[in-house]
């Protein structure tokens, strides 16, 4: 049975992991979906949100490409957009210097250039409206120089810091801007990033993608600037504030190297 709708979400990166679950919070709370991934899993993944009483359509896009973003565009068309979750993301493992420069190219174009390309056209929209809430994936390695990690880290810095910024522009706006800020979460990510054989890849301590949505969701609803899920991340957050950069490198690189998962 369908339910009466509160509006529409938007939601990227949502076949897996922590995107998969902020779409079904927000089709739980009764939010028609749009939601977004660069592989074919998110035609499955919109079957179960449509479980939950609510449309959901599903867009194969790879959002690393202005042509990406374009096809999720359409699918939106012209209908208002009250929630836009951007959380499509791509790690990278390894030595800055051992790794393609096509793959650190898709990482930037994915988490930084396609949030963008998005958050603009979106946000554009919503400010006219003068209502919208956007919630930002950031992550506590944006705190962190990453050693093993460097491109990856630089990004989410670039939106931890982004979030921020638009938020402050938008506050008289009626849209709102929350960046998310998890830390290690069991989802693919590590084995996609080639990091299973690190020390924070191989973890058994990682959160999990359900509660990382929950808290990022409540936030979002509740217009708060930005949330560090987890305790220990919290505590985390907090030293990488308190520590200098080349000491901080060095403790991401005893978690991130490779082989460290053995040692």
């Known amino acids: ?140 390695a944006g705190f962190m120089p990453g050693s093993f990690q460097a491109v990856y880290n630089a990004t989410k810095a670039f939106v931890d810091s982004f979030a921020w910024a638009l938020r402050n522009e938008l506050k008289d706006s009626g849209v709102s801007v929350t960046c998310l800020m998890p830390g290690p979460t069991d989802t693919a990510f590590f084995e996609r990033a080639g990091m299973e054989d690190t020390k924070v890849g191989a973890s058994d301590s990682k959160e999990d993608p359900a509660k990382v949505a929950a808290v990022g969701y409540q936030a979002m609803m509740k217009g708060e600037a930005g949330v560090v899920s987890g305790f220990s991340n919290k505590i985390q957050a907090a030293m990488a504030h308190l520590l200098p950069a080349d000491m901080l490198a060095q403790m991401h690189r005893k978690m991130a190297e490779p082989g460290t998962a053995s040692r």
């Open 1 to 140: 049975m369908t339910r009466p709708s509160k509006g529409l979400a938007v939601v990227t990166g949502a076949s897996t992991g922590i995107g998969y679950e902020l779409a079904l919070c927000c089709a739980r709370d009764g939010y028609d979906l749009v939601v977004a991934a660069d592989e074919a899993a998110i035609e499955g993944a919109a079957v179960r949100f449509r479980e939950e009483g609510v449309p959901a359509e599903p867009v194969v896009a790879d959002l690393a490409t202005a042509e990406g973003v374009e096809r999720l565009l359409a699918a939106i068309g012209d209908r208002p957009v009250d929630l836009l979750l951007a959380n499509a993301g791509r790690g990278l493992g390894h030595g800055f210097l051992d790794q393609s420069l096509d793959d650190i190219r898709r990482v930037v174009d994915t988490n930084v250039t396609g949030t963008l390309l998005l958050v603009h056209a979106v946000g554009r929209r919503m400010r006219a409206a003068g209502s919208g809430r956007i919630l930002l994936t950031g992550s506590i």
